[in-house]
Every structure is written in structure tokens, then in C-alpha cells.
């Protein structure tokens, strides 16, 4: 086929892209070489509106091993262990096709983790939904949940928890990201840089087929009204080859045979080969005619770019072909030698004994393009003053009630009860709280880790959400307990094209960036995904931040359940009474202007640390963050786990009521305690400077706000758990 300019567009090429090539090859690529071209300089794969501004992030600290760059990050947990993590984006294959897109992206950061040689123990997942009046919604929600715990539960791996959110700007795109952790030995991790000259470069695992070709092209591109056409390039899923592939790749891994290991993920073998060559400054030349196909009369060009799920690149030492290749049959896997490591520092592929590419790797990677892209800097909204009469006029329960039963606050469970959250007998805090919790099997290690977004708050000012969705993480892992140690990012934004997204881009990476160095709770992995948009409407700035923290004792662990009548309730951290932004204002005052709370990194470090300490010394019965719905929606969470009521104490703040309930201040926690405790907590805090202050007592069955205001535990429940049941199954 002749190559041209026309061409390298229908690939999704700029046209100075393709006059950039032709320069650097001092010649016009073949189809085959611009296939790989379309796939390595792609958004999704060569981040080249991003990687100028990701530099800047934190990435670096005491407990991290490997930070961006390979498969996942890699923090050190002690004792010899590490934990291996990662969350990636799979959002256009799933609005295409939610069961299979959303299933392959599960599939996919799985095999990221076990590719460094760690056995994952637990997913999370953070989806986000267009509005719940959207037609496309419920069915787009059923096929994702349905398409995650499909893999997830054949996998035999526990989601231990997500975030599930509902909102008009992902109409035409909804996000699924998908994140794992796996536990490794410090000295049995595994990475992809080739090494040595003429070793063999072996294929196993799945089939080639021609599903998923040009998968990475089309996760770069925006959605029009041929959108029912991409379905052919969503990959398709088979959970149970992956966990036989799992199985064979640690037993090859627990020998000394492998030099570097890759999965074929975006853009399959064309990647995959690749950056192995790249990171290791070598050659590699491959045979295509060897590579194990499903399909008969497949061209190099379908082979190189197809996505089939299930794959791995594998960089054995001389003479171990044998062994690796008993193992893989033992499993009735796919185990191929397909090429082998060169000097020539090129990528060489040869199909029916003619060479059908020669590329510079050089080219493919350090020189595919980075963008300085032009952005647009946002000003802090002015602050919407609320009349006093307006909130004279509502009635605290009705707020609460409308509060608790919305989409983005309602309980998640008809989610999570459809995922096996306990597969592998360690997970000890279950999908509902604010951190899922997974023992270190036979230790009393835990891991703890959370999932977040804050899309309203980047939306209103970039920088600010920015930061505060790296402290909602930090305060999630603080509050049952675990010391943060780092995070992953998933950022998921409109076309970088456009002057406006492109600057809520960098400005939330800035955010995310200064809250990260602030807090030493670096980015030690993430994933960048634009063109969430539709025509020209993109999707609100969506940034989901993974977190991952240690517990160091399991049984120190706290939960956010109520546990005993008569403990008191804490309120730690000041209320300010920020209005603007909040749930309140924007579903019951329907105001969507002002800015988000402002985020103070020294009162969040200082809160979070002295909670810590309070952890540690045994005081804390019971903790939970406050975030979005503000205080009586987080003592409404609390009281509905532990089957508990609470009196409140009249506050001596002075705002309103309303804006002491329902304001979004952040770095604020509520904590249970014993009286007999409160003389020695209240001196730990005043000594670190926290303010602090009574909320209330535990009581029966009922939440006591005043002496007008009585709502019992059996109402809660119901506003709060019914509305996504009867949503699904209307």
C-alpha cells in the first residue's frame, strides 16, 4: 500500500508528524513502519502534550523503589516485601463496549503489577457515569461493574474498594480507571530493559488476533457520530488465560532465567518490543511468521498493532529456552521464540524471509514529539455569598435526606456486592469505608489503599482541586489507620488541543504536585488520558488519585462504624463554613459558581500526623474524614454503619447551623473516643496545635441534631441505600 500524507492522517498523524518522519528515516515509511509510528507517537503511548509537565511532579522517597517509568511503581513496606502498584485508564473502550472495555482494562493493570514479578492482592476501580436522566447511563453502568467483577472475580483477586460518580459532563464519555496492587520480595522484582546481545526474545500467552488493532489510536482520538464503528478495536477479555498466565510467569520468575518482562498492552507487540530495546539501548529483530496467530493470513501490520489481551514479552538468558517453555506448555500456553536482542539499535521485522521494517528505535522514542501545548491560566471564582434569609428558610432533615440519597453520596453496595472482595481470605476492611484494608498474608502487616476524584472542585479552580484530591487520599488512608506512602494518578481530561483543558491539565498537575511534595506522598506510577470529549464538548477535569499506605499492626486498624453508647464524638480540624462548591449548593441551592474550600497543607500534614499518633496510642474507637456533604453527612455514614445514633451538642461556632452541617472545610476528621480519654487526646491536639472540639454523644437508635431535629437510624438507612437499587432496577 502506498504511504502518503493522506494516509498517516486516516492513522491519526499530524501532517508535520508525518513530514517528521519521513526526515528522520531520510525516506517514506512502509504501512507497516507507520502502524508502529501511529501507535508509538500516539497520546496514549508517547504522552506528548503531557510529558513536559509531568517532570515536574514529586516522584522520589524514602520508600520508594521505582518510581514512573516502568510497568507500576514500587514501594518498599519492610521486612523484604515491596508492593507493586498502578492505576490506568480504559474509559474510551468502555463507552464503546463497557463488559469487554471495562474487563480489559481490569485484565490490563493486572498484568502491569505481575510483569514485575508481584502477585496481585487486591483492585480498585474509580468509574464516573454520566448523569442518571442520560439514556446510555444505567446500561453503561450495568456493562462496566458487570465487566470488572467478570475479571476481577475469575482472576481470584479481591476490589477492595472504588469511587462511583454521577454527572452531566461524561454523557458522551465515561471514565473507568482501574487500579491493582501486587506484593513482590524487595529482591524478586522484575523490569523491562532488555540486556545482552543475541538473547532470545520469546512471545507467550494468548493468541494474535485482530481484535484491538489501532486500540491506542482510538483511546487518542475524540468520539463523533462514527463512534459505533471503533467497536472492532476494543480487545477482547479472557480472564481465565490471564490467571493461567499469572500462574506460569511467577514459576518462571521464581528461577533466575529472565532478563526483562513486558506486558502487551497499548499497542501490543509494536510497544511492548520497543521500549524493551529502548530502555536497554539495544536492537531487536523479530520474525513475524513465528509469532502464534488465531487468524489465518494476518499482515505484519495486523500482528504489530493488534491488541489481543493476555500477552506477554519475555528477554530470556541463553539455553533456558527449554525449561521457560516446559512451564508454559504445563499450562497450556502459547511459548514462542520469536527474535532475539541486536547491536543494530533498530527494530527489525521480517516476515516471509523479507524485512517489512527497519525503524531506529531512537526515533520511536526519544524522538517522538513533545508538544509545549499553548494553555489558558483560570482565576480563583469570586465567593458566592449566600443570603441568610434563603438559609433560614430550609429545614435541616429535608437537606439531609436529599443529601443522603443522591447519586454521588448514596451507598455504592449494589456495586461492590457484585465484586468478590474477599477471594484470598486477607481483605480485613471491605469496599464501603474509607479505605480498603488487605492483610500482608501471614504477617501482621496491612495494606490499606483508596481511590479518589474531585472533578466539581478542578472544575471550579484547577490548582486548588488539584490539591485537595491528594489530601481527600491522604486523609482516606489516615483514617483507618495507615501511614501514607505514596500514591498513583490517573488523569483524565478533554482534548490538549483545546487552550482551556490544556490548562486545567497543568494547573491540576501543578496542584497535584505541590500537595504530593508537601505531604512526601510522591506519584510513583500513573497514566494520562485525553480526548474524553465528544465533538467539542470534553469532560469535566477528572484527576483519580490511587493511594497506598502501611499499617504496621492490622489490629491497630480503625473503621468508621460507631462502636459503643456513651463514647464521645470529636470533630478535628476547623470549620470555616465553605458553602461554595459544596453538594449543598449545588443540589439544593442549585448555585454552581464560587470557588472550591481552600486547601492548607500544614493544618492537613499536622491533622492527619496527630490522628496518626491518637491511632497508635489505642485512643481512636472510630474515624472518618469529612468530604463532600460536610459534617452530617459524614456522622450519617458513621451512625448507619455501626447501627448507632448521636446526640449533638450545640455548636458554639458562629455560622449557621446549616453551614456548620453541610460546608466542605477541609482537613477535617470525626472521631469516636472514651470519655475517661478525652483530658489526654484533648492535650495531645492542643500541643500539636489541632483545633478540636465535642460534636456530640453515642446513643441508641437515633441522630438527636436539636431538640426540633430528630432523625432515626432506621431513616437513614433508608434514604441512603435505596436509591441506586431502585435506579438499577426500574
Known amino acids: 500500500m502506498l504511504v502518503n500524507e493522506k494516509v498517516a492522517i486516516e492513522h491519526g498523524l499530524k501532517a508535520e508528524e508525518y513530514k517528521k518522519i519521513c526526515e528522520l528515516l531520510k525516506r517514506t515509511p512502509n504501512i507497516t513502519e507507520l502502524g508502529i509510528f501511529s501507535a508509538m507517537w500516539n497520546e496514549h503511548c508517547s504522552y506528548k502534550s503531557s510529558r513536559l509537565h509531568l517532570k515536574k511532579l514529586p516522584t522520589s522517597g524514602k520508600k520508594v523503589i521505582q518510581g514512573p517509568g516502568e510497568n507500576a511503581g514500587v514501594i518498599d513496606i519492610e521486612d523484604g516485601d515491596a508492593i507493586v502498584f498502578k492505576i490506568e485508564s480504559h474509559n474510551h473502550p ?27 492482592i487486591a483492585n480498585l476501580n474509580s468509574i464516573h457515569f454520566g448523569s442518571p436522566q442520560n439514556k446510555k447511563t444505567k446500561n453503561l453502568l450495568r456493562g462496566v461493574v458487570h465487566g470488572i ?8 483477586v479481591p476490589t477492595i474498594a472504588g469511587q462511583t460518580s454521577f454527572d452531566s459532563s461524561y454523557n458522551g464519555n465515561i471514565l473507568v480507571n482501574a487500579m491493582t496492587l501486587g506484593l513482590v520480595k524487595k529482591d524478586k522484582i522484575f523490569y523491562s530493559k532488555a540486556a545482552g546481545l543475541d538473547k532470545p526474545v520469546i512471545y507467550v500467552g494468548s493468541k494474535t488476533g485482530r481484535d484491538g488493532i489501532h486500540g491506542a489510536s482510538m483511546a487518542s482520538a475524540s468520539f463523533d457520530e462514527k463512534i459505533e464503528e471503533k467497536k472492532p478495536t476494543v480487545q477482547v477479555g479472557d480472564p481465565f488465560t490471564e490467571k493461567l498466565l499469572l500462574e506460569a510467569c511467577l514459576e518462571l520468575m521464581a528461577g533466575d532465567s529472565i532478563i526483562a518482562i513486558q506486558d502487551m498492552g497499548a499497542a501490543g507487540l509494536t510497544s511492548s518490543s520497543i ?4 530502555k536497554g539501548n539495544l536492537g531487536i529483530e523479530i520474525n513475524l511468521n513465528k509469532v502464534p496467530c488465531r487468524e489465518t493470513k494476518m499482515s505484519p501490520y495486523e500482528i504489530m498493532l493488534s491488541e489481543s489481551q493476555e500477552r506477554m514479552l519475555i528477554v530470556l538468558e541463553n539455553g533456558k529456552e527449554e525449561m521457560a517453555k516446559k512451564i508454559f506448555d504445563k499450562w497450556n500456553l502459547d511459548f514462542a521464540v520469536i527474535g532475539k536482542t541486536t547491536n543494530t539499535k533498530n527494530i527489525e521485522l521480517f516476515f516471509d524471509n523479507e524485512m517489512v521494517a527497519n525503524i531506529p528505535v531512537n526515533i520511536l522514542v526519544e524522538n517522538s514529539p513533545m508538544y509545549d501545548r499553548k494553555w489558558k491560566k483560570s482565576k480563583l471564582p469570586k465567593k458566592n455569598k449566600i443570603k441568610k434569609e434563603i438559609l433560614n428558610k430550609l429545614k435541616i432533615k429535608d437537606i439531609l435526606k436529599k443529601i443522603l440519597s443522591s447519586p454521588n453520596i448514596c451507598s455504592k453496595e449494589w456495586i461492590w456486592q457484585q465484586y468478590d472482595h474477599t477471594v484470598m481470605g486477607d481483605t480485613i476492611q471491605k469496599p464501603g469505608g474509607d479505605s480498603g484494608v488487605v492483610r500482608v498474608h501471614g504477617t501482621n502487616k496491612a495494606v490499606a489503599a483508596s481511590v479518589d476524584s474531585s472533578a466539581v472542585y478542578c ?12 489530601a481527600e487520599s491522604w486523609r482516606n488512608l489516615i483514617s483507618v489507620g495507615a501511614n501514607p506512602i505514596a500514591i498513583t494518578n490517573c488523569l483524565n481530561f478533554g482534548s490538549p488541543e483545546n487552550e482551556e483543558s490544556m490548562g486545567e491539565f497543568v494547573e491540576c498537575v501543578e496542584g497535584i504536585g505541590e500537595a504530593s511534595k508537601y505531604l512526601n506522598f510522591p506519584v510513583v506510577s500513573g497514566n494520562v488520558s485525553f480526548y474524553n470529549q465528544t465533538k467539542e464538548v470534553g469532560i469535566k477535569p477528572t484527576p483519580s488519585i490511587g493511594g497506598v499506605g502501611l499499617i504496621k499492626d492490622y489490629q491497630k486498624m480503625v473503621t468508621m462504624d460507631f462502636k459503643k453508647n456513651d463514647n464521645l464524638i470529636l470533630l478535628i480540624g476547623k470549620t470555616e463554613g465553605h458553602i461554595n462548591q459544596s453538594l449543598f449548593a449545588r443540589m439544593i441551592l442549585d448555585e454552581k459558581n464560587g470557588p472550591p474550600p481552600e486547601v492548607n497543607l500544614f493544618n492537613e500534614k499536622n491533622n492527619g500526623e496527630s490522628l496518626l499518633s491518637l491511632i497508635d496510642k489505642g485512643y481512636i474507637k472510630s474515624a472518618h474524614d469529612i468530604s463532600l456533604g460536610g459534617i452530617l453527612t459524614a456522622l450519617s455514614k458513621m451512625c448507619i454503619k455501626g447501627n448507632k445514633g448521636i446526640k449533638l451538642k450545640k455548636s458554639k461556632n458562629l455560622i449557621s447551623q446549616i453551614e456548620y452541617f453541610f460546608a466542605e472545610d477541609q482537613g477535617r476528621y470525626i472521631v469516636e473516643i472514651e470519655p475517661k480519654d478525652l483530658k489526654e487526646v484533648s492535650k495531645i491536639l492542643d500541643k500539636n496545635s489541632v483545633h478540636h472540639e465535642e460534636l456530640g454523644i453515642i446513643i441508641d437508635n437515633q441522630m438527636i441534631i436539636d431538640e426540633k431535629t430528630i432523625v432515626t437510624i432506621d431513616e437513614l438507612k433508608s434514604y441512603n441505600t435505596s436509591w441506586l437499587t431502585n435506579y438499577m432496577s426500574s
Do not use: L
Open 275 to 278: 521500549e524493551m530495546a529502548s
Open 94 to 120: 468502555s463507552f464503546i463496549e463497557p463488559y469487554q472495555g471495562a474487563a480489559t482494562g481490569v485484565g490490563g493493570i493486572m498484568r502491569d503489577v505481575f510483569t514485575m514479578g508481584a502477585r496481585p
Open 149 to 156: 467483577g467478570g475479571y476481577g472475580n475469575c482472576m481470584g
Open 459 to 470: 472544575w471550579a479552580h484547577p490548582p486548588t482541586g488539584g490539591k485537595q484530591v491528594v
